[in-house]
């Protein structure tokens, strides 16, 4: 499998994804102003969408947006329980996880790293996401991990969105449990070894 990512962005959950679930990958930057690949491909070739991540399959088939990709990922390694087994209650409410990161959280830092937003725009996003963020905080409130003792691929997902707080200016230590998720989800092996290719990437 191949995930095309650019270092830094929302690609990191399913790279952590990869690394966690110990399946042989590769990875190919992605210039998403350009939209040429590392080995100077059109990306927009392979993925009209334009945006990563996308993962191509050993099939030949390319898979788009996160939260299906890293479903796909737990999916291929049942034995690292990156995910709950498809059709039990478990897998809706990381279902439910990967959503809302992706819809309350991710999608409301998308005005910071946008130059035509404007302040007006930047401080509802910024009201809104501290809410989300408190919500957050009570929910782990008791157990290390969204979806209680397992690390799952939404933690992946979370700790990549909760990674982009420093650059909005939003401090996670007003939330005391937020802010010990991030170091111990940091602490991981496989998170440790995506940051630093993409580090070095």
Not at 41 to 65: C, H, I, M, Q, R
Not at 73 to 82: E, G, H, N, S, W
Not at 148 to 156: K, Q, R, Y
Request: glycine share 6%; hydrophobic share 40%; net charge neutral.
């Amino acid at each position: 499998m191949k995930l095309y990512l650019k270092p830094g962005a929302c690609s990191l959950s399913p790279h952590i994804a990869l690394e966690e679930s110990g399946l042989p990958y590769e990875t190919e930057v992605v210039d998403l102003k350009t939209k040429i690949t590392a080995s100077g491909a059109d990306f927009t070739k392979s993925n009209p969408k334009g945006y990563v991540p996308a993962l191509l399959l050993d099939s030949g088939e390319l898979l788009t947006e996160g939260a299906a990709i890293v479903q796909y990922i737990a999916d291929q390694a049942p034995a690292k329980k990156l995910a709950p087994a498809n059709g039990t209650i478990e897998r809706y409410r990381l279902q439910s996880w990967l959503n809302f990161i992706g819809t309350e959280l991710h999608k409301s830092c998308s005005p910071f790293f946008n130059p035509a937003s404007g302040k007006e725009w930047k401080e509802i996003a910024s009201a809104n996401l501290e809410r989300r963020l408190a919500y957050v905080n009570a929910q782990l409130e008791g157990k290390p991990y969204l979806m209680g003792e397992d690390f799952s691929v939404a933690d992946g997902y979370l700790f990549t969105v909760l990674g982009w707080m420093k650059f909005i200016k939003i401090d996670l230590a007003k939330w005391p449990n937020l802010a010990a998720y991030v170091d111990r989800v940091a602490a991981r092996p496989a998170v440790q070894a995506a940051l630093k290719a993409e580090q070095g990437a």
